[in-house]
């Protein structure tokens, strides 16, 4: 009898058991659009087609209140925190680059010097996951598969590709398209030994360098009603033209701006993402059985029209209506290759972006530049006056300051004292709103305000500099490039709050107004896919998206 009970027993679990996998996504796909505002949903829905944003929204659920929990809001520490589902304080991705003390230079995020580039003789390829300290939702998925799962990562920017995808990738694939870039889609041999034959044959294609081509406005431009006028001050001019207006014929700019890179710096890289991407579904037959593969895609040339021409620019709406027309050629791709309703789709931002500070000027918004290298300067001067040693602070990296505790062990400064100096400075200048000490950071209770947390959330206390400060709303670093467009840190709404859309296989129709992390993500995904939530995730599974 007890044998009897056994054996319908383990029948039972037997069933279950296949019953819940065969019930997961064939394929988990997340899509990070590169320094994508809240807004530029709801600014340009109504000129959206139905196959893109809008079939996410009305086919799935869409958290509008969706924001990042820490400072600085970039594109490194984004990329990691979507797909770890935790903070810069434990996946150790605290900026783009950072100093690191022991090296005395920045390094970035990224950059690894003991794997060889693929595909390309750059340093651009010399780049792996092992500076991220944490697990992603996609290597969790990799060992509950017994690696039999497959997951891929891709992107324009090496960051992108790389941080998602995570330490048991498969592959992750970038473009060579900076410092005169060849133009392939490259990958290091952290990965792989060779690129695959079928990446060679991509990036022989020729479909590269078909975006060469004329960047005119997909619809008349007067109908561009959501956005300022094409010739204004607040822009960027490429290189050899003569103001920022359309068209921007990419073949004649090639030369004066770094070849490759002004595609990326178009519409036409988030293209060419697509290009590549639907070839490596089709390629790697990703999901195509029943275990769970995963895709990352990072459409990486929204970010760069940004920064170029700012928020409120033609430029930016043409690439998002552009890009809208990428997400459905993707969909429908995805609804015939591994089937509609057989896989999920989230779609998120790294961070948002404020308006270009001269335009908010000249709209009477308080905003401003800030000069961080003349600021590094007067505090060097200042601890020059008091110790009569120099450069004492090395680096402000990231908006902290990071010191040389060489010379201050050396010359027996008291560094509570250097330190008090530096805060009473950093707080005399008008733009800058905070200063904390780190080792204070360290101590907030959870009670503290909501800009504090984040400062906790974001700083690594291996990593992170000793003095953090933050600028006034609307405020960031005053650069000869940054004088137009735009740039993108702080913990204000602008840079935090991002979209968060779910659609697909076991994805609920809705939205809500409840405030959601971006730490949150992975571990919805993870509850979806019933596996373990990555490593060190502080979110919690947003249990109104799953069905
Ligand atoms: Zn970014
Ligand atoms: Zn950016």
Redesign the pocket.
């Known amino acids: 009898m007890l044998k009897y009970i056994l054996l319908l027993t383990s029948l039972f679990f037997v069933t279950t058991q296949s019953q819940s996998q065969n019930d997961n996504p064939k394929l988990v796909v997340g899509i990070v659009v590169?320094?994508m505002r809240y807004d530029y949903l709801t600014r340009f829905y109504n000129k959206y087609g139905e196959g893109g944003f809008k079939r996410m929204i009305n086919e799935g659920f869409n958290c509008k209140n969706n924001h990042f929990n820490y400072i600085p809001t970039?594109?490194g520490p984004?990329?990691a925190s979507v797909f770890t589902g935790t903070v810069p304080k434990y996946h150790g991705i605290i900026g783009n680059d950072w100093f690191d003390e022991d090296l005395k230079r920045k390094v970035n995020c990224v950059e690894d010097n003991s794997v060889e580039s693929l595909g390309s003789l750059s340093e651009d390829g010399k780049k792996s996951p092992i500076q991220m300290l944490v697990s992603t939702f996609a290597d969790e998925n990799r060992l509950f598969t017994q690696m039999r799962g497959k997951t891929i990562g891709i992107s324009v920017?090496h960051r992108?590709a790389i941080l998602p995808a995570g330490h048991t990738a498969n592959a992750a694939y970038w473009w060579d398209y900076d410092h005169n870039g060849n133009g392939n889609w490259i990958s290091s041999t952290f990965y792989m030994e060779a690129l695959p034959e079928w990446v060679n044959d991509f990036n022989s294609s020729g479909i590269a360098e078909s975006y060469f081509k004329t960047w005119n406005t997909l619809y008349d431009i007067n109908s561009y009603i959501e956005s300022g006028t094409d010739v204004n001050e607040y822009e960027r001019i490429f290189d050899g033209e003569k103001q920022s207006s359309f068209p921007h014929e990419l073949a004649k700019l090639k030369n004066e701006n770094d070849g490759f890179k002004i595609i990326a710096n178009s519409p036409f890289g988030n293209s060419l993402t697509t290009d590549f991407t639907l070839k490596t579904i089709e390629e790697e037959q990703l999901g195509k059985d029943n275990i769970t593969d995963v895709l990352t895609i990072g459409y990486?040339s929204t970010?760069k029209v940004g920064h170029d021409f700012g928020p409120n620019s033609i430029e930016i709406e043409d690439t998002y209506l552009r890009l809208d027309l990428e997400l459905e050629r993707l969909f429908n791709a995805l609804d015939s290759f591994v089937g509609k309703g057989e896989y999920t789709v989230f779609l998120t931002?790294?961070?948002g972006a404020p308006h270009v500070p001269s335009y908010l000027e000249d709209n009477k918004i308080p905003s401003g530049l800030f000069d961080l290298n003349a600021m590094l300067k007067d505090v060097n001067d200042l601890l020059f006056e008091t110790y009569k040693v120099s450069d004492l602070a090395l680096s402000r990296i990231n908006n902290q300051i990071f010191l040389d505790h060489q010379k201050i062990e050396k010359h027996n400064i008291n560094i509570q004292e250097l330190k008090a100096i530096i805060s009473r400075k950093l707080l005399s200048y008008k733009l800058i709103s905070s200063v904390h000490m780190t080792s204070v950071i360290n101590k907030f209770p959870s009670s503290s305000s909501y800009q504090e947390t984040m400062l906790f959330n974001g700083h690594n206390q291996k990593r992170s500099g000793e003095i953090l400060f933050t600028f006034n709303p609307e405020v960031f670093k005053d650069t000869p490039w940054n004088r137009t467009g735009t740039d993108?840190h702080s913990g204000y709404n602008y840079d935090t709050h991002v979209p968060l859309l779910f659609f697909g296989k076991g994805i609920k129709q809705g939205e809500t107004l409840k405030r959601t992390d971006i730490t949150d993500i992975a571990p919805t995904i993870s509850a979806l896919l019933g596996i373990s939530f990555p490593n060190a995730s502080i979110g919690n599974p947003l249990e109104f998206v799953i069905d």
């Open positions: 590169d320094q970039k594109t984004g990329h920017k992108g990486s970010d931002s790294d961070h993108h």
